[in-house]
């Protein structure tokens, strides 16, 4: 595969985030703030991959998403970069969130 062609695939992959961010934006953009509202009710700090109740937990200086029934860790926007700028922070992270 040639430099050319990865090129290409990550700016399909740009377009296409791009056309999923804006239909999300529009669908957002149609309900009403009392469905927005409950939608936050209902989903606000639960797991998006077994529905329990997720718990902040700090991890090198940034407060990350863990549920300790599936053993997911997630990460708001912008978390994953304050992450990978520290070096280890990967190894340290399988530690520290090893069950």
């Known amino acids: 595969m040639s430099s050319g062609t990865l ?30 509202e409950e939608q936050r009710r209902l989903h606000w700090m639960h797991c998006p991959k077994c529905g329990s109740q997720l718990a902040e937990v700090q991890f090198r200086a940034v407060k990350v998403d863990k549920c300790f029934s599936c053993n997911g860790v997630f990460l708001d926007d912008g978390e994953l970069e304050q992450l990978t700028g520290k070096p280890g922070w990967f190894e340290s992270m399988l530690r520290f969130f090893k069950s």
């Open 7 to 36: 090129s290409e695939q990550e700016q399909r992959a740009r377009e296409d985030l791009a056309r999923q961010r804006e239909a999300v934006q529009v669908r957002q953009s149609q309900i009403s703030s009392d469905e927005r």
